[in-house]
């Protein structure tokens, strides 16, 4: 949504992102882990943020459904 493109900082131009394009951090958009989907040494793990939903690589297990994240875009 335009409102998620202003909280990560996206310029207009760019249309697509990979899930490695976003990682969890200390700080920044925050959102609310929905699901982990395990793929052997990695995991993709769906994030609500602002209704603006996520998709980002981490290591399995490395957060839990519910939990209360922040995301930055790299």
Not at 22 to 49: L, N, S
Not at 60 to 66: A, C, E, H, K, L
């Amino acid at each position: 949504s335009e409102a998620g493109r202003k909280d990560f900082g996206i310029s207009d131009n760019r249309l697509f992102f990979r899930p490695e394009d976003f990682y969890i951090a200390a700080e920044g958009v925050p959102g609310t882990v929905i699901e982990e989907i395990f793929y052997g040494g990695y995991a993709e793990t769906v994030i609500d943020c602002a209704h603006d939903r996520v998709t980002t690589r981490t290591t399995p297990g490395q957060v839990q459904t519910g939990q209360k994240v922040y995301v930055q875009l790299r």
